[in-house]
């Protein structure tokens, strides 16, 4: 998971939505994070059609 926000930079006040998410998955249990993940793709899915 660490990976995947690695090149987030220090937060700039309320604005730094990846870091807020990155919190906020971090706090949860592995499979509370896969699906959210999966929760994630959906909408991704359905904004692209």
Known sequence: MSK????IGEP?????IPLKCYELLSSK???KQKQL?????????????
């Open 4 to 7: 995947l926000f690695e090149k």
């Open 12 to 16: 700039e006040g309320d604005d730094n």
């Open 29 to 31: 249990s592995c499979a």
């Open 37 to 49: 993940y999966r929760i994630l793709t959906e909408i991704d899915k359905y904004e692209k059609s």
